[in-house]
């Protein structure tokens, strides 16, 4: 096993790669509106398109763990992009989410397939205790808002009986968006961290853990430019007159307008990590 001190190295430059991607104070306060934007239409479409025809690494993954049927805990469900498409082999399901809205949209998803869903508002691990076991955990595109590595991920592994199972854009999510930055701001944003330092986190870490790198399909996340542009916008720290300047730009960083994708939310080119959990069978 590496040793001790390379592994605090490796959470040590995680969180400072973090800390990294805060807005600086003057353009922070410069913002009319909290650039924190949670698009909570683009996390139901997602649901929807996957729920209609599941695939990849990560839904395979989950979805042999649950041979025979059983339940699963979805950490940072959102509209339940994870889960629901696991529904033909789901006995039962709890939602972990720390926006109450996308619990809801999670719930009427989960109620319409006649799925029994638990929903618990908050933040892991701070809420684990409040949690049941599973026998597989998912946890979707939220490991780039954890600081905290060691204690998120042991408490994945002790709730989960068969496996956990982990996806990650390949690059920080907000990478797509530092061109942008660049051109309004003049301000250069981070490059990491990225899911090959996870994977290294998990080596040092002693975790058995096996993964894989792929491309998911693309889709239209926003059925109108002007939707996108709002979004992206607000993200930017811009103000309203500036709209038609960021759809130009987006434009000219390969949008298309007739099929608007997200920029600075989970991309195309992902990583599914899994392992073994540790709760009793």
Not at 104 to 112: E, K, P
Not at 128 to 157: I, K, S
Not at 173 to 201: C, E, M, V, Y
């Amino acid at each position: 096993m590496p040793p001790i001190d390379h592994l605090s190295e490796l959470l040590g430059k995680w969180r400072d790669d973090l800390a990294a991607w805060a807005i600086p104070e003057p353009i922070l306060a410069g913002a009319s509106e909290s650039p924190w934007v949670l698009p909570t239409q683009v996390f139901a479409r997602r649901t929807d398109r996957l729920s209609a025809d599941p695939s990849g690494p990560s839904f395979e993954r989950a979805f042999a763990a649950l041979d025979p049927p059983g339940t699963v805990l979805d950490l940072g469900s959102g509209a339940g992009a994870a889960s629901l498409p696991l529904r033909q082999r789901l006995t039962g399901l709890t939602a972990v989410d720390s926006n109450e809205a996308m619990l809801g949209l999670l719930a009427s998803r989960a109620s319409a397939a006649g799925l029994p869903a638990g929903r618990v508002l908050g933040t892991w691990p701070h809420i684990a205790a409040q949690v049941p076991e599973a026998d597989v955990v998912t946890c979707h595109h939220v490991l780039y808002n954890v600081a905290d590595l060691p204690p998120f991920l042991n408490a994945m592994t002790a709730h989960a009986r068969r496996l956990v199972v982990v996806e990650m854009t390949k690059v920080h999510p907000l990478t797509s968006l530092n061109g942008l930055w660049l051109k309004f701001h003049g301000l250069a944003r981070p490059q990491g961290p990225t899911s090959d330092d996870i994977i290294a986190i998990l080596t040092a870490s002693g975790i058995e853990f096996g993964w894989q790198a792929w491309r998911r399909p693309g889709g239209s996340d926003y059925p109108t430019m002007a939707e996108l542009t709002d979004v992206t916008r607000r993200r930017l720290c811009l103000p309203p007159e500036r709209a038609e300047d960021v759809t130009q730009a987006l434009i000219e960083a390969g949008v298309d307008p007739a099929r608007p994708a997200d920029l600075g939310s989970s991309g195309r080119d992902v990583v599914t990590i899994w392992w073994r959990g540790s709760a009793n069978p």
